[in-house]
Nanobody
Framework: QVQLVESGGGLVQAGGSLRLSCAASGRTFSPYTMGWFRQAPGKEREFVAAISRSGGNTYYADSVKGRFTISRDNAKNMVYLQMNSLKPEDTAVYYC?????????????????WGQGTQVTVSS
């Protein structure tokens, strides 16, 4: 299996920025679509962003479009989420995920491997 470890979460003021990182090990992650999801207290886990196997295609939830950027470096087995103009409603645990996905990149049920999560808290 693939192991995923997130880092980079923390406490930030509204309007600030954070960059989350996800390191993969165990098997190469180059064949996999990579996604970021988040879960706030009392809410379902929701899709944030995804990037295709080669990095040529990216996808974003409407709530983060224009503010967040997903990227990957397959040579380093790393995926990133740059988060700008953060809002209090972005507060959640953020999870990195991997899966061999051709179309339904937005569905958490399509991903096979998950990280432990990293907390992002945005104060007003």
């Amino acid at each position: 299996q693939v192991q995923l470890v997130e880092s980079g979460g923390g406490l930030v003021q509204a309007g600030g920025s954070l960059r989350l990182s996800c390191a993969a090990s165990g098997r190469t992650f180059s064949p996999y679509t990579m996604g970021w999801f988040r879960q706030a207290p009392g809410k379902e886990r929701e899709f944030v962003a995804a990037i295709s196997r080669s990095g040529g295609n990216t996808y974003y939830a409407d709530s983060v479009k224009g503010r967040f950027t997903i990227s990957r470096d397959n040579a380093k087995n790393m995926v990133y989420l740059q988060m700008n103009s953060l809002k209090p409603e972005d507060t959640a645990v953020y999870y990195c995920a991997a899966g061999y996905i051709s179309r339904n990149y937005y569905s958490n049920r399509e991903y096979d491997y998950w990280g432990q999560g990293t907390q992002v808290t945005v104060s007003s």
